[in-house]
DNA sequence: GCCAACGTTGGC
DNA sequence: GCCAACGTTGGC
């Protein structure tokens, strides 16, 4: 089991156009890192899904349901991968950047490290308190899994 | 809207 | 291979 935190810009694909989907293909990624990060997601594997820019903050979970594949929207480039998702659960409480920023326990998290990555490892750690700060109760969680 | 961070491109 | 120019991301 893995934990990964991916980005969207609300305006662009926010949290609530994911949930009425009940799925997202996620492609797009143009970035060599978050390529490899997205190759290493295994189904199962958690996935907090943050919203960029406008009010920025960690909104939901999400879980692997497809591991990665070419990205359809480039076909005859092989470089990029796309993975498919699908939501969990909406957290309680969103958790703001300025929250994991005022965490010291959150001090080394990638979100703040590496700002600019889209798609990105966090630690067993870190998830679990962000799922707390949430007030995301792995009770709750195991459930929701279940439904 | 501005700007810092940083990844990519292309000239040499 | 170096580095300046440029484009993009994302916080504020």
Same mark, same amino acid.
């Given at each position: 089991?893995n934990?990964?935190l991916v980005?969207s810009?609300p305006d662009? &694909?926010?949290w609530?156009?994911?949930?009425?989907?009940g799925?997202?293909?996620w492609d797009?990624? /143009?970035n &060599?890192?978050?390529r490899?990060?997205?190759?290493?997601? =295994?189904?199962?594997?958690q996935?907090? #899904? &943050?919203?960029?820019?406008?009010?920025?903050?960690?909104?939901?979970?999400?879980?692997?349901?497809?591991?990665?594949?070419q990205?359809? =929207?480039?076909?005859?480039?092989? /470089?990029?991968?796309?993975v498919?998702l699908?939501?969990?659960?909406s #957290?309680?409480k969103?958790?703001?950047?300025?929250?994991?920023?005022a965490e010291?326990?959150l001090s080394?998290?990638?979100?703040?490290?590496?700002s600019r990555?889209?798609?990105?490892?966090?630690r =067993?750690?870190?998830?679990?308190?962000?799922?707390?700060?949430?007030?995301? =109760?792995?009770?709750?969680?195991?459930?929701?899994?279940?439904?």
């Amino acid at each position: 089991m893995n934990y990964w935190l991916v980005k969207s810009e609300p305006d662009t &694909y926010g949290w609530h156009h994911f949930i009425a989907q009940g799925r997202a293909t996620w492609d797009g990624v /143009r970035n &060599y890192q978050a390529r490899n990060n997205l190759k290493s997601m =295994t189904i199962g594997d958690q996935v907090l #899904f &943050y919203h960029s820019v406008t009010n920025p903050a960690v909104v939901g979970l999400a879980t692997v349901v497809r591991e990665y594949f070419q990205d359809p =929207t480039v076909p005859d480039d092989a /470089r990029w991968v796309a993975v498919e998702l699908e939501p969990v659960m909406s #957290f309680e409480k969103t958790v703001t950047l300025a929250q994991i920023k005022a965490e010291p326990m959150l001090s080394t998290i990638s979100l703040i490290k590496q700002s600019r990555l889209s798609v990105m490892p966090v630690r =067993t750690d870190e998830f679990e308190l962000i799922l707390k700060l949430g007030q995301t =109760t792995s009770e709750a969680l195991s459930i929701s899994a279940e439904e």
